[in-house]
């Protein structure tokens, strides 16, 4: 069975200052993993994915995550934070050798940036 | 490219009534398409998984007379909540998967049982 968990429910962070929302997974087979974006009243948006390459993956609006094996983590990080990137951030894992492609989400962290 | 839609984004009903909401990849063909349910402040949960043409695989726990769905084309599926009760007010979400590729989800539809 696979299973993400969400170490913080909710970050806070100044404008300006790096972003850290931590993420470990549990997985019996090669996992895909996600980062997802979600803005109030919007849909969810792919921040970047992990699937065998590169482990540490580049994401869109200057998101990026690092997948370790041996930590069994994929927090995503950015440099600096800005106001638009406060939402709700989920991370995701997808068993890819058992052919499930359904995805399990984590609980979410959601992300605040002070002014 | 790989925009999911639904309809309608929001709706209330009354207790007993049945909703359908609607699930479309506008510029792609979701061979499969998810459908998912968020409580407030809560992760998404996986409900069903359907294939276009056959029947969906609904997870356990999820009441497959109760939540309805149909996915007759590579384009559209549909979600119908029968004889809603209060319980089942939640924000409902769907995605669609090209093959091999990563899911594209809507913007949610939120459902309120009066």
């Known amino acids: 069975a696979q299973s993400v968990t969400q170490l913080d429910s909710h970050v806070s962070v100044s404008e300006g200052t790096p972003v850290l929302l931590r993420c470990n997974y549990s997985?019996?087979?090669?996992?895909?993993l996600f980062w997802y974006v979600q803005h109030p009243n919007k849909g969810l948006q792919l921040l970047l994915k992990?699937?065998?390459?590169?482990?540490l993956v580049k994401g869109i609006n200057g998101f990026e995550a690092e997948f370790k094996k041996s930590e069994t983590s994929f927090h995503l990080t950015k440099p600096s934070a800005h106001m638009s990137d406060a939402a709700e951030y989920f991370c995701?894992?997808?068993?890819?050798?058992?052919?499930?492609?359904?995805?399990?989400f984590g609980s979410g962290t959601r992300l605040q940036v002070q002014p | 490219g790989a925009v999911v839609s639904q309809h309608p984004s929001r709706v209330i009903c009354k207790s007993g009534t049945s909703v359908k909401i609607e699930c479309r990849s506008l510029d792609f063909q979701a061979t499969t398409m998810f459908w998912y349910r968020q409580f407030p402040k809560q992760s998404l949960m996986l409900m069903a998984t359907s294939n276009e043409g056959s029947k969906a695989t609904y997870e356990q726990g999820v009441e497959k007379d109760k939540f309805l769905i149909n996915h007759a084309s590579l384009t559209l599926s549909t979600l119908t909540v029968t004889s809603a009760h209060p319980e089942d007010s939640s924000f409902y979400i769907c995605s669609g998967e090209r093959i091999g590729e990563t899911q594209y989800f809507g913007p949610g539809t939120r459902l309120l049982v009066l």
């Open positions: 995701v894992v997808s068993d890819r050798d058992t052919g499930r492609r359904a995805l399990t």
């Open positions: 997985s019996s087979y090669s996992p895909s």
């Open positions: 992990y699937t065998s390459a590169a482990t």
